[in-house]
T-cell receptor
Framework: DAGVIQSPRHEVTEMGQEVTLRCKPI?????LFWYRQTMMRGLELLIY????????DSGMPEDRFSAKMPNASFSTLKIQPSEPRDSAVYFC????????????FGQGTRLTVV | LAKTTQPISMDSYEGQEVNITCSHN???????ITWYQQFPSQGPRFIIQ???TKVTNEVASLFIPADRKSSTLSLPRVSLSDTAVYYC??????????????FGTGTKLQVIP
């Protein structure tokens, strides 16, 4: 397996624009996680899915953020409208059994909102 | 809520054994302890996980005392390529009652030639 695949690797957008980040988890993994990493706040869990169903989105900072998982092999994180403070590295990860097992992270998407 | 406390940074010379200790005084009965490694511009990578006593794999050992209020990650004979940030995680329950893990600030390990 190629691991968790995220796209794009880098995204630069203007404030107010919609941004969509994409993730393909490892095949067979039932859990998918979206994290955000910044210097100030470190790694934060935004939302996670189990069997394509969102389980906990309490980490999503605002209503501008939304995430979907239409099938077992694809998830998106959307920010609309984007703001400069959304600039961060966004990681997607997947695991077979949730938090009590190894999670595999993607390479991340570095988002810059200008 | 289970929180973790780790040293912010550590330096070590190549070839030495490095021990990074993490405190988690409020760890819950069912929580596992997990360590991740992160290199710059990469996602975290799983190193080791344990529940109690000692766990060893090909890259590290994890020592957990009986009270489980702390844990120590041991890296034998570090090399320059082990320079990274190391995160200790334990299970956490957010306000909604769902289990999750919280990444703390991590320990930045600098290996010196």
């Amino acid at each position: 397996d190629a691991g968790v695949i995220q796209s794009p690797r880098h995204e630069v957008t203007e404030m107010g624009q919609e941004v969509t980040l994409r993730c393909k988890p490892i095949s067979g993994h039932d859990y998918l996680f979206w994290y955000r990493q910044t210097m100030m706040r470190g790694l934060e869990l935004l939302i996670y899915f189990n069997n394509n169903v969102p389980i906990d989105d309490s980490g999503m900072p605002e209503d501008r953020f939304s995430a979907k998982m239409p099938n077992a092999s694809f998830s998106t994180l959307k920010i609309q409208p984007s703001e400069p403070r959304d600039s961060a590295v966004y990681f997607c990860a997947s695991s077979s059994r949730g938090f009590d097992t190894e999670a595999f992270f993607g390479q991340g998407t570095r988002l810059t909102v200008v | 809520l289970a929180k973790t406390t780790q040293p912010i940074s550590m330096d070590s010379y190549e070839g030495q054994e490095v021990n990074i200790t993490c405190s988690h005084n409020n760890i819950a009965t069912n929580d596992y302890i997990t360590w991740y490694q992160q290199f710059p511009s990469q996602g975290p990578r799983f190193i080791i996980q344990g529940y109690k006593t000692k766990v060893t794999n090909e890259v590290a050992s994890l020592f957990i005392p009986a009270d489980r209020k702390s844990s120590t990650l041991s890296l034998p004979r570090v090399s320059l390529s082990d320079t990274a940030v190391y995160y200790c995680l334990v299970g956490d329950m957010n306000s909604g009652g769902y289990q999750k893990v919280t990444f703390g600030t991590g320990t930045k390990l600098q290996v010196i030639p």
